[in-house]
């Protein structure tokens, strides 16, 4: 089924500005080719709601919207993805697109935003983590920047025994920071649910810029990963876990840093590869 029979077909009701998405999308020749914030821009409103469109749609993101036009472009005829086909896949290239995404980074997300986190982060007696198998190395990156601030982190990746074992010990001093790439991942709106009954806060990082989530995260970080909507790393939200990092030492640096030349210490102490002597 290409896009203009998902869209001739769905009962959903959509706002003025998903109508003029859909327009643009059906009535152009370059569909299959332009980015979401072109489309946007021609749409007159803003990129996120060209991903939020797909996302209600039923895509799983913008991309797979994208083949869906372009399989009505070759009368019903699946073209495989070639990876960076539109952007090249030279390092020069790949690294430009980053580059760019991550000086756009800043319109999506504010320090403010990225503040009120950090400060809900430093509050917090243990912080929670969850996502799914995507984006597991971002939440490692996550847990052991925490943890070099002395933060308590419960890392929760496995089946639902294990994770109600851990989420168990959560209340209204923990805090849960979810990770919803591409996809939400499965149980984490239930997890999201069960953290405000307990009193507890919530942050959610995504790359889906507008994402309704249900319920509403206490914080919600929402930047998207790529230039190319067809190739997404995983640099942007793993900037970000350096940034939180970073934003919650610098609201208590004398604290913090004390925690840091304690680990420091006792990795000296128990064999580390670190031979600067103790302090005493």
């Known amino acids: 089924m290409g896009f203009r029979a998902v869209v001739t077909s769905t009962d959903l009701s959509l706002t003025p500005a998903e109508n003029r998405v859909v327009e643009v999308l059906l009535g152009n020749d370059n569909g299959t080719t332009e980015t979401a914030l072109a489309v946007g821009a021609k749409a007159r409103t803003h990129e996120s709601t060209v991903i939020r469109l797909a996302r209600k749609l039923g895509y ?156 509403q995260p206490t914080h919600l970080l929402a930047a998207p990963r790529s230039e190319d909507p067809q190739y997404n790393t995983l640099l942007v939200p793993m900037i970000l876990s350096y940034a939180l990092q970073l934003a919650v030492f610098h609201r208590d640096p004398a604290r913090f840093q004390q925690v840091r030349d304690e680990i420091d210490d006792l990795t000296r102490m128990t064999g580390g590869p670190d031979e600067i002597p103790l302090r005493t």
């Open 60 to 215: 799983r993101g913008y991309p797979e919207l994208r083949e869906d036009i372009l399989r009505d472009a070759n009368g019903g005829t699946s073209t495989a993805t070639v990876m960076r086909a539109e952007r090249g896949w030279s390092l020069a290239a790949l690294t430009q697109d980053e580059a760019t995404t991550l000086t756009r980074l800043p319109n999506f997300i504010s320090q403010d935003q990225l503040d009120a986190a950090a400060s809900a982060l430093q509050r917090a007696n243990r912080v929670y983590l969850f996502a799914n198998n995507d984006a597991l190395p971002v939440l490692q990156v996550m847990d052991r920047r925490l943890r070099r601030l002395g933060i308590t982190v419960i890392p929760m990746t496995r089946g639902t025994k294990d994770l109600a074992e851990h989420f168990v010990s959560f209340d209204n001093e923990s805090l849960l920071l979810g990770f919803a790439l591409l996809q939400s991942p499965p149980h984490l709106s239930k997890l999201v649910t069960e953290a405000q009954r307990r009193g507890g806060s919530t942050i959610l990082i995504t790359d889906v810029p507008g994402l309704t989530f249900r319920p």
